[in-house]
Structures are given as C-alpha cells and as structure tokens.
C-alpha cells in the first residue's frame, strides 16, 4: 500500500490548489466517473452516496479561522499495491472499510495541545474511487496502464468537523505522525 498526502505544488498545483475552494478538486475528483457516463460517488464515515455538491458545500463551510494563504483541506491517496487489490477481489466496498479504518487511525494519529486524541467522528472527510491509472511519460502517455489500479483519493478538511482545532498532517512531528 502507498499512500501519500498530495503536494499541490508537485502533484497538481491547479487541480489539487488547496488555499481556497475546494471545487477544483472536486470536479477533477469526478473526471473518472464521468468519462464513464456515470455519477460521481463519494463516501465518507457515516455514508456510501454522498453527492458532488454536499462535498464542496460542507469543506468550504469549514474555513472558519483560517488565513487566506493557509491550507482549508489535505488531498491523500491511497493506493494499493496490484497483489493487495487481487487479495480482496478489486471489491470497492472493502477498500471503502479500509478507507474507514484509516481515517479513524489518521484522527487518532493527531496529538492536541491539550492532549486529546481525535475520533474519526471529529474528521470532515469525503473520498472517492478511481478505477485506472494513466501513464504519464512516453509514447503511451495518457493512455491508461494495464491491470488492476484502483485507489482512492481522500479529501479531509483542515479543521476538525466543528471548527475548534486545525488539522495539519504536514505540521509539527510533535502534533502528527504520518508514519504511524
């Protein structure tokens, strides 16, 4: 399993901009979906439909505190490996249970200064499966890789669901661990 936390900088400074709205996001979040002639799925804890618009309303109501220039969300992926994807049959609804536990493991990961620890209830998160992936280099970039590559692409707010603590996972050892 690879998982990273997307540096817009790197990985997408347009798509995955995270300083303002977050519909950027969202809309490339649902290119997949759409190519397919499909509607967008996202999930999070509690639901399995949650839709496209919920997603941007909710993260974009959950700024309050925060600088123009400071992060208003996280944008993760994670990506299991080709062997990890056949043990579970590539079934999206068990990488949508493990999606679940590690959101509930990245709240607990979260030291407070006042020395609570997060619940995954506490978190603003809303993912989404990608079936394929694209090459991205040589004469076949674009097209999609063979084999099995479906991920998921998490976005979490910087704040916790009520507005009281900021979230930063790229923050102070001291305060997160990505690691753990």
Known sequence: M???????RRD????????????????YLGHE????????RFFHQERTEVPTEEVKETMDANTKGLRKQQEKFYSLVLSPSQSELQHINNDPTKLQAFTRKVMKNYATNFRLNDGRRLSASDLLWDATIHQQRKEKE???????KPGMHQHVHILVSAKDKIGEYRLNPKGRKSHFIFKD
Not at 2 to 8: A, E, L, Q, V
Not at 12 to 21: D, I
Request: with cysteine.
């Open 12 to 27: 997408g400074r347009f798509v995955f901009a995270n300083r303002g709205s977050c519909s950027k996001t969202v809309s």
């Open 138 to 144: 040589g004469v076949e970039k674009g097209m999609n």
């Open 2 to 8: 690879h998982s990273k936390i997307i540096d817009p």
């Open 33 to 40: 979906a759409r190519e397919r002639g499909e509607a967008v």
